[in-house]
């Protein structure tokens, strides 16, 4: 079955300190990997889309990598206002089913000034 | 500004009432999908529409019907809301380049059935 597992599921960091969230997945005919931002009682927000190995995108203080099985998203010297759910998600070849996105449970973001 | 609305935002009704959430984007896109998410869950697709008059039912299972008549519009109806509908709605659509899936979502709409 096609999995999409995140972790840690909650992470707390203080304001300048580093560090990086996963995203394991197990999925046949990989098509996309997303990342988003989700705020509370929002919708998701996009921020990335990684589509093979070795492929990496940047911005601001965030920067998303893609291998065969895991995508990492590092964030750089975080701020208050990172404090967010990151979600990653994964569109596959289906053979004709729909092509909505696969997600995982996310990672609860805290970022301590 | 090219974006995507949904309302209303939050919704509180009583259990048998009839439902419509809207769904409406300016982005130009074909594809549209609706998305469920409980509180600490995942985002499970429910509906996903590749155009005008063009409706799928997604990897949940799901008591609600879509229409999709416009591009722009594509509204979800429950028939009789029941306790168990309780839950964020999301709707989000894609472009119509072929090597482009990325999906930008809604505010969503906070549906509570008492």
């Known amino acids: 079955e096609d999995q999409v597992t995140q972790s840690p599921e909650a992470l707390r960091l203080q304001e300048g300190e580093s560090s990086s969230l996963n995203c394991s997945y197990t999925?046949?005919?990989?098509?996309?990997l997303f990342w988003y931002r989700q705020d509370p009682g929002k919708g998701p927000e996009f921020l990335f889309t990684l589509y093979s190995a070795g492929e990496e995108k940047e911005k601001e203080r965030l920067k998303a990598t893609l291998t065969k099985k895991e995508s990492f998203l590092h964030i750089t010297a975080p701020k208050p206002e990172d404090s967010a759910t990151y979600l990653c998600?994964?569109?596959?070849?289906?053979?004709?089913?729909?092509?909505?996105?696969?997600f995982g449970k996310g990672t609860h973001l805290i970022i301590q000034p | 500004e090219a974006d995507i609305y949904q309302t209303p935002r939050y919704l509180v009704i009583g259990t048998g009432k009839k439902i419509t959430l809207e769904c409406s984007q300016t982005?130009?896109?074909?594809?549209m999908y609706w998305y469920q998410q409980d509180p600490g869950m995942e985002l499970h697709l429910i509906h996903y529409s590749y155009g005008v008059n063009s409706t799928e039912k997604g990897d949940l299972s799901s008591e609600s019907t879509v229409s999709r008549i416009r591009t722009e519009h594509f509204p979800l109806t429950l028939e009789s809301a029941r306790p168990s509908h309780t839950s964020q709605y999301l709707c989000a659509s894609s472009g119509r380049t072929e090597v482009s899936y990325e999906q930008y979502f809604g505010p969503g709409t906070r549906l509570t059935v008492t």
């Open positions: 998600a994964v569109n596959m070849y289906s053979g004709g089913g729909a092509d909505g996105l696969t």
């Open positions: 982005m130009g896109h074909d594809k």
């Open positions: 999925v046949s005919g990989l098509r996309g």
